[in-house]
């Protein structure tokens, strides 16, 4: 009997736990672009996940390295999320096995946000300058696409987020200056920020990327409270502008089931369309948010009341 019960429970043990072997990571270099494949985990794994389980699912940790070009291909909706890095020498983004393609973008677009010091991409033999901020929608069809600094004391630093593509749209620079700013939050409820539109369907138009970024006001701590989710597409939340010791509690997971990832600067988190997406700084912080999926209506979302989160 007594062994009976301990097989039972072994077995339900491996059941229920997460196998690493299936959210296993692998890495190529294909000609000096780092590819790492992910697999993430589903939400009824999720709620079984240990810390560095759900940490070595869902957080994007090694972006913005010195001199690289490095690309995380995520199973969900095929989004690619990714960082250039040039000093010295320019970076080119070019095909992989991963993507059975001639060029990156024969099948894809991306969106680009810099946060970094000044650069430069070059698309297909045109240039465009990008300051700290400065973001850039490169369309399908773009086979030619070079990364570079201005000063390599002081490196640009391009984040990317890519998915599949169906039509081309022309590639087109956002300028702060031009994106559409909505102020929502309040003081009072220490969420007061400002939400900087770029890619969306009244701004650069794309098949599936939306991205732009939030700057909170200063003594302002929470991001996106009450949260939501939105089925019909996923999320990836780029943390940046960060103390060195600021960390952000980022909250995930469905709302009966929530975990929290502790997040440092220029790291991201990869949002399924199951879970939720919000989270809590230390300090002052930015953040990036790029969408891809099902639509691109910016207020498509599924709120959550507080009083359901647990």
């Known amino acids: 009997m007594w062994f009976f019960v301990c097989f039972v429970s072994y077995f339900f043990l491996c059941v229920l736990r997460v196998n690493k072997k299936n959210l296993s990571k692998k890495t190529y270099n294909n000609e000096g672009t780092i590819m790492e494949l992910r697999y993430v985990a589903d939400p009824i794994r999720f709620q079984r996940m240990t810390t560095q389980e759900i940490r070595d699912s869902f957080l994007v940790d090694k972006l913005f390295q ?5 690309l995380l291909y995520s199973e969900v909706d095929r989004g690619i999320i990714g960082s250039a890095v040039p000093g010295k020498n320019k970076l080119s983004l070019s095909g992989s096995k991963e993507l059975a393609t001639d060029y ?6 991306i969106g680009v946000l810099n946060i970094g010091g000044n650069g430069e991409i070059s698309v297909d033999g045109t240039t465009f300058t990008m300051n700290n901020r400065d973001g850039l929608y490169i369309g399908k069809g773009s086979k030619e696409i ?3 600094s201005v000063n390599a004391t002081d490196t640009a630093a391009f984040y990317l987020l890519s998915f599949p593509a169906h039509h ?9 200056a031009d994106a559409e700013a909505t102020q929502v939050g309040a003081a009072e409820t220490s969420n007061k920020r400002t939400i900087y539109k770029y890619i969306h369907p009244h701004g650069i138009q794309s098949c599936q990327v939306v991205m732009g970024f939030t700057v909170l006001e200063p003594g302002s701590a929470w991001n996106t ?3 939501h989710t939105h089925e019909r597409r996923m999320e990836v939340y780029l943390y940046f502008d960060m103390a060195e010791n ?12 929530t975990r929290h990832i502790v997040v440092a600067n220029r790291q991201a988190v990869i949002s399924p369309s199951w879970s939720i997406h919000s989270g809590a700084g ?9 969408m891809g999926g099902e639509n691109q209506t910016f207020e498509d979302m599924d709120g959550i009341d507080i009083d359901h989160l647990k």
């Open 104 to 109: 990156f973008c024969e099948r894809r677009e």
């Open 246 to 257: 600021t960390r952000v509690f980022h909250l995930m997971g469905p709302e009966d089931e």
């Open 146 to 148: 070079v990364f570079s």
């Open 168 to 176: 081309t749209y022309p590639t087109k620079q956002a300028k702060l």
């Open 225 to 227: 409270m009450p949260p």
């Open 66 to 70: 010195p001199d690289q070009l490095y």
């Open 282 to 290: 230390t300090g002052a912080y930015t953040f990036c948010w790029g």
